[in-house]
């Protein structure tokens, strides 16, 4: 029987992989988060790794406030790469695989094709600068054990985001204004965690960095628009450019990334963002 070790368990991914581990009578999971293991703490993750022996680490938590980063890079960079660090250090010392999540923020974003595996990361935040700093130190502590996993524009019927934003704003106002010339890939965080434990039930192993978001391709206003008109919602939706709406951070104008290397690999059959958007709503009304 396999034993997982899930690392920020209450957030939108932990939560995700909750659910879905939920009707597996074939794993042995713990879940935690930082009231239980403060991942930042290397002596006591040290400890909790050795004691658990866990088969597979999966680390979900991350610093994902993308614009308080920029004034707190070190709490960021302690988090998102010290962190890593710790976890992939104690998997190598008892023989554990560990599966770390990263970002489409490790890019600049100024690309005309989505961005593949072997491009160069140029990050352009703080965000995206400890989230890369947290991937290499993974890569170097730990090579032949580690599943990097980048993804991007995630959502869920848990915690904080974008799709539940756009919901509530519709609830509250006769029109809202979102950015159409930022050009991504929205993610379900349901879509990732079927990923995840893709990678953890497969007969093989293959170590490396690999994307993984939903198929096709769109702007945030789209992705907005598509939320309201399946929740049977009139709200107007009113198309801005990025110059309109200015924010501490500098966000990746084109951050769709390509994700043949993981669907090669894994033989994993992603759903079009849409699909995956519809799925989402429906539990979210359940």
């Given at each position: 029987?396999?034993?997982?070790?899930?690392?920020?368990?209450?957030?939108?991914?932990?939560?995700?992989?909750?659910?879905?581990?939920?009707?597996?009578?074939?794993?042995?999971?713990?879940?935690?988060?930082?009231?239980?293991?403060?991942?930042?703490?290397?002596?006591?993750?040290?400890?909790?790794?050795?004691?658990?022996?866990?088969?597979?680490?999966?680390?979900?938590?991350?610093?994902?406030?993308?614009?308080?980063?920029?004034?707190?890079?070190?709490?960021?960079?302690?988090?998102?790469?010290?962190?890593?660090?710790?976890?992939?250090?104690?998997?190598?010392?008892?023989?554990?695989?560990?599966?770390?999540?990263?970002?489409?923020?490790?890019?600049?974003?100024?690309?005309?094709?989505?961005?593949?595996?072997?491009?160069?990361?140029?990050?352009?935040?703080?965000?995206?600068?400890?989230?890369?700093?947290?991937?290499?130190?993974?890569?170097?502590?730990?090579?032949?054990?580690?599943?990097?996993?980048?993804?991007?524009?995630?959502?869920?019927?848990?915690?904080?985001?974008?799709?539940?934003?756009?919901?509530?704003?519709?609830?509250?106002?006769?029109?809202?204004?979102?950015?159409?010339?930022?050009?991504?890939?929205?993610?379900?965080?349901?879509?990732?965690?079927?990923?995840?434990?893709?990678?953890?039930?497969?007969?093989?192993?293959?170590?490396?960095?690999?994307?993984?978001?939903?198929?096709?391709?769109?702007?945030?206003?789209?992705?907005?628009?598509?939320?309201?008109?399946?929740?049977?919602?009139?709200?107007?939706?009113?198309?801005?450019?990025?110059?309109?709406?200015?924010?501490?951070?500098?966000?990746?104008?084109?951050?769709?990334?390509?994700?043949?290397?993981?669907?090669?690999?894994?033989?994993?059959?992603?759903?079009?963002?849409?699909?995956?958007?519809?799925?989402?709503?429906?539990?979210?009304n359940d």
């Amino acid at each position: 029987m396999k034993r997982l070790l899930i690392t920020g368990a209450r957030g939108q991914l932990g939560s995700c992989l909750r659910d879905l581990l939920a009707e597996r009578s074939d794993v042995e999971t713990l879940f935690t988060d930082v009231a239980e293991l403060d991942l930042t703490d290397a002596d006591a993750v040290s400890r909790y790794v050795a004691e658990l022996k866990p088969h597979y680490i999966i680390n979900c938590a991350a610093y994902t406030a993308v614009e308080r980063a920029e004034a707190d890079e070190t709490t960021a960079e302690r988090v998102n790469a010290d962190a890593p660090a710790n976890l992939a250090r104690a998997a190598a010392e008892n023989g554990a695989r560990l599966i770390h999540i990263s970002t489409d923020y490790v890019f600049s974003g100024e690309n005309f094709r989505p961005w593949r595996e072997s491009d160069e990361p140029s990050p352009r935040s703080a965000y995206g600068r400890t989230k890369l700093h947290g991937e290499r130190r993974v890569m170097e502590l730990h090579p032949e054990g580690s599943v990097i996993l980048r993804t991007a524009w995630l959502y869920s019927p848990y915690g904080s985001n974008f799709v539940k934003t756009m919901l509530r704003l519709a609830a509250e106002r006769p029109e809202i204004r979102v950015v159409t010339d930022q050009i991504g890939s929205p993610t379900s965080a349901m879509t990732l965690a079927r990923a995840v434990l893709t990678v953890v039930f497969s007969e093989q192993w293959h170590p490396g960095v690999y994307h993984l978001t939903d198929a096709g391709v769109a702007s945030w206003y789209d992705l907005a628009v598509s939320t309201l008109r399946l929740s049977g919602l009139t709200t107007r939706v009113v198309p801005i450019t990025t110059q309109e709406y200015p924010t501490p951070t500098e966000r990746p104008a084109y951050s769709v990334l390509a994700k043949e290397k993981f669907i090669n690999t894994y033989n994993f059959t992603l759903p079009h963002w849409q699909e995956a958007l519809a799925e989402c709503l429906r539990a979210m009304n359940d």
